[in-house]
C-alpha cells in the first residue's frame, strides 16, 4: 500500500548536478529505511545509497563524496543530491522503501517508477 513517487531526473552534461526526489505515503514513514538504487540498460539493478530511519547513511563506492541522501519526515520524502555527475551516472533511478517501521535490517519492498537521468559528455 505504500507509495513512492520519484521525480527530478533529466538530461544535464558531465559535472553538472541534479537533486532527485522521492515522494512517500505511509503512516509510518519515519519509521522506513529508505534507498536509492540506479537500473541503466541491460546492467543489474545496484544500490546508490541508503537513509535509516535513525538517520545514518550509506552509499555505493561510486557515488561517495558525489551524492547525498536526505530525508524530510514531515513532508515524507527522500532526496538524492548528486554533484559531479558523469556519463557512468546514467541510469534510470528508483526509490526504494523497507516498509517494515524500525527494522535493524534493510529488506525493500516498495519501489517508485523510476526516473530517468542521463549525462551527457
Known sequence: ??????????????????????AASGRTFSGYNMGWFRQA?????????????GGRTNYADSVKGRFTISRDNVQKKVYLQMSSLKPADTAVYYC???????TAEEQYNAWGQG???????
Open 41 to 53: 540498460p541491460g546492467k543489474e539493478r545496484e544500490f546508490v545509497a541508503g537513509i535509516r530511519w
Open 1 to 22: 500500500q505504500v507509495q513512492l513517487v520519484e521525480s527530478g531526473g533529466g538530461l544535464v552534461q558531465a559535472g553538472a548536478s541534479l537533486r532527485l526526489s522521492c
Open 96 to 102: 526504494a522503501a523497507d516498509t517494515r517501521p524500525y
Open 115 to 121: 526516473t530517468q537521468v542521463t549525462v551527457s559528455s
